[in-house]
């Protein structure tokens, strides 16, 4: 892991400092998914509506994936999920990349590890990290998690089961956990 002013790419992963200019755009059961690469990895996924606000593919440098080392990396991403939509695909095997600090990274590698179909709660999470009064730590790195579904942060609820949270709102978040068959036995919402 190396840092970028304070900020460290990782994630239990080989990454590369390559920007994330290519994208391309995925019809899901939850709505339209724009997805970010590098030449050499997924750097983000985006849900119609995100509290990280809209994909950047506004913005000048950013162009439509159609051939190349990130179209190919887009290619195996947009197959991974149509395979989880379709329900034939439970693990994601990708190559990722995102900003964040050492403890955002820590949180991200640490969500990677929640199976299909099972939920944890933020605390629980935080145990695992070490630190059991990390909870909202935890909360705030796993909202700025910017690979959505690959990195399951969906995955996570509050300490009596509910609802909390989500960058894609908690309908999508509803939608997913009831996809995976994790909405059984979870509290009242």
Same mark, same amino acid.
């Given at each position: 892991?190396?840092?970028?002013?304070? #900020?460290?790419?990782?994630?239990?992963?080989?990454? *590369?400092?390559?920007? *994330?200019?290519?994208?391309?755009?995925?019809? =899901? @059961?939850?709505?339209?998914?724009?997805?970010?690469? *590098?030449?050499? %990895?997924?750097?983000?996924?985006?849900? @119609?509506?995100? #509290?990280?606000?809209?994909? @950047? =593919?506004?913005?000048?440098?950013?162009?439509? %994936? /159609?051939?190349?080392?990130?179209?190919?990396?887009?290619?195996?991403?947009?197959?991974? !999920?149509?395979?989880?939509?379709? #329900?034939?695909?439970?693990?994601?095997? !990708?190559?990722?990349?995102?900003?964040? *600090?050492?403890?955002?990274? #820590?949180?991200?590698?640490?969500?990677?590890?929640?199976?299909?179909?099972? =939920? =944890?709660?933020?605390?629980?999470?935080? /145990?695992?990290?070490?630190?059991?009064?990390?909870?909202?730590?935890?909360?705030?790195?796993?909202? /700025?998690?910017?690979? @959505?579904?690959?990195?399951?942060?969906?995955?996570?609820?509050?300490? /009596?089961?509910?609802?909390?949270?989500?960058?894609?709102? !908690?309908?999508?978040?509803?939608?997913? !956990?009831?996809?995976?068959? %994790?909405?059984?036995?979870?509290?009242?919402?």
């Amino acid at each position: 892991m190396q840092s970028l002013g304070g #900020r460290y790419v990782a994630m239990d992963l080989v990454l *590369s400092f390559h920007m *994330s200019l290519a994208f391309t755009r995925l019809q =899901t @059961p939850i709505g339209e998914l724009v997805l970010t690469a *590098s030449e050499t %990895a997924l750097t983000g996924v985006y849900f @119609p509506t995100s #509290r990280r606000g809209p994909a @950047p =593919t506004h913005q000048a440098g950013w162009v439509e %994936a /159609k051939q190349g080392p990130a179209a190919e990396v887009l290619a195996r991403a947009r197959q991974q !999920l149509e395979e989880y939509f379709a #329900r034939t695909r439970t693990t994601f095997a !990708l190559p990722l990349e995102a900003v964040g *600090s050492a403890f955002e990274h #820590r949180v991200w590698n640490a969500l990677r590890q929640i199976p299909y179909g099972t =939920t =944890t709660s933020y605390g629980a999470l935080a /145990k695992l990290l070490g630190d059991k009064h990390a909870t909202r730590a935890v909360g705030l790195a796993n909202g /700025k998690n910017p690979i @959505p579904i690959i990195v399951p942060c969906h995955r996570v609820v509050g300490s /009596k089961g509910e609802l909390t949270g989500f960058g894609g709102g !908690l309908d999508t978040k509803r939608w997913l !956990l009831e996809h995976e068959g %994790a909405m059984l036995g979870l509290g009242a919402s």
